[in-house]
């Protein structure tokens, strides 16, 4: 990793000088200087980011400065790629002189062409995804409603056109705007679902963080009830506490605020819903992740005791992570028809047009976005409500999902 940033800062240096390198006057000497300091900034902000103190910087410096930072780097990273591009055409013709030198000699005529024309797509490139990660804290609350329709064979006649909305990854420590919240809030009411399921990540780290925003999230609230899970974040894993106590009482405090909230927290267990003669069964656990760092809380043999598999062909289950899907329920669980998951963002950065998607987390995750299906099991990981890191939305925006079984 360290490799690959100096290498970008080498690369964005060298296509910047050589840019400014014949513009007149002492243009050139100040826009290297502005890069000097810009770069000071974001180094320095990132190699200090355990000793400042964020929650008491003004909410849009700190946005901007993030977004900025992040851009800089990923930008620069960009950069590097179609400059590796570069090199490895003058390697190829470096090899065709040694072969065929008359050949390479009519070919070199255009060499310096291309060479100029790929810095400057680089530049181009590196601006581009710089002013786009600043562009993107405008998307931080632009919700986007998201309608699945599936036809399920197991789904009982009672429960046909029941209609869910599932909202995942609240990360209520990185909002700065309760009227926004309330927005995506209504959105969700306004679909007037029978049940509402919440996958997980309340919190970034503590449960302070939600209590600001308790009153607009208390308003969700559906026919069939509000069911819920934890997530990664929720456990507070990724702070320093002062004692092992302090950490299980900042635990309890979340669980109980579910409560609070009229939300049904599952832990590892499961509930039976009834429509006239008919009847569901809905599955909660606690956060099970495949990939290494996450915990596996989670017991589906926990969540299952004592529910009538034979009189109850149709669950719904609510896990946070969706490697859990890929790595124990498909294989361990196939009268699970449906999963709800969360977790991965979508990365909150990629590129979704109808019929392509691309975000650098399916690198990390399989099923990252969307519905997915294997045989007669399928899986919807929610994009998330919220945001955590960087505190925008490029290309992938916030999600609130809305199913209907039919």
């Known amino acids: 990793m360290l490799l690959i940033v100096a290498l970008a800062e ?58 900025f930072t992040m851009g800089f780097i990923i930008g620069k990273v960009f950069i590097l790629l179609i400059m590796l591009g570069d090199e490895v055409r003058r390697l190829f013709m470096w090899v065709v002189s040694l072969v065929k030198p008359s050949q390479a000699t009519a070919v070199a005529g255009t060499g310096i062409t291309r ?97 600001p925003y308790m009153s607009i999230f208390s308003q969700l609230k559906a026919p069939m009830g509000v069911y819920s899970t934890l997530g990664n974040h929720d456990y507070g894993d990724y702070v320093e506490w002062p004692s092992k106590q302090a950490k299980v009482a900042n635990l309890e405090r979340l669980k109980s605020i579910h409560g609070q909230m009229g939300w049904k927290l599952m832990m590892n267990e499961h509930v039976v819903l009834e429509r006239g003669d008919d009847k569901i069964a809905i599955v909660g656990i606690e956060n099970w992740g495949a990939k290494a760092g996450f915990p596996k ?45 969360g977790h991965t963002h979508g990365m909150q ?10 975000s650098p987390v399916q690198y990390m995750y399989k099923n990252w976005a969307g519905l997915y299906q294997q045989g007669k099991q399928y899986l919807y990981v929610n994009r998330g409500f919220g945001f955590l890191g960087y505190p925008g939305r490029l290309g992938i925006l916030p999600e609130i999902t809305v199913i209907e079984l039919v």
Do not use: C
């Open 10 to 67: 080498f690369y964005t240096y060298i296509v910047l000088r050589s840019a400014v390198r014949n513009m007149g006057g002492s243009w050139p000497t100040w826009i290297m200087v502005l890069y000097y300091v810009l770069t000071a900034l974001t180094w320095g902000g990132f190699l200090m980011f355990r000793q400042l103190n964020w929650a008491n910087m003004p909410h849009m410096v700190r946005n901007i400065y993030v977004a």
């Open 115 to 211: 060479s100029v024309f790929l810095s400057r797509l680089a530049l181009i490139t590196g601006g581009t995804m710089l002013g786009g990660f600043v562009y993107g804290i405008s998307n931080r609350y632009r919700y986007h409603v998201r309608r699945v329709s599936l036809k399920l064979d197991e789904l009982p006649a009672a429960f046909k056109g029941l209609k869910i909305v599932q909202v995942s990854d609240i990360h209520s420590g990185s909002f700065d705007s309760p009227k926004a919240v309330q927005r995506g809030v209504q959105l969700a009411l306004d679909e007037k679902p029978d049940l509402i399921f919440f996958t997980g990540d309340l919190v970034n780290n503590k449960s302070d963080e939600i209590v």
């Open 349 to 358: 950065f990629g590129v979704e047009i109808p019929g392509f998607k691309w």
């Open 297 to 341: 809380y989670g017991d589906m043999q926990r969540a299952y005791a004592g529910l009538p598999e034979k009189n109850i062909p149709f669950k719904i289950l609510l896990s946070h992570d969706p490697s859990h899907w890929d790595h124990q329920v498909q294989q361990e669980y196939p009268d699970i028809q449906l999963t709800l998951s």
